[in-house]
């Protein structure tokens, strides 16, 4: 036999905050949701992302493969 009310209770309309402002509604087996980094925030997806080339390694590897 199967158990019953084994599974926890499932809110299809759960509020995902970040920062305190509301960011989206989503399901999930909580009904509040508090993060950290999403998609609206994270340098990769906003375009603020920079690159470091520290210790010119870019120009070391051309270098050492004879890359003009």
Sequence with gaps: MAKT???????????VFCDGKHIMTVGSTQKKLHIDIWSGNHPFFTGSQKILDTEGRVEKFMKKYKFK
Excluded at 5 to 15: D, G, T
């Design 5 to 15: 009310n084994i599974h926890p209770k499932w809110y299809n309309e759960s509020q």
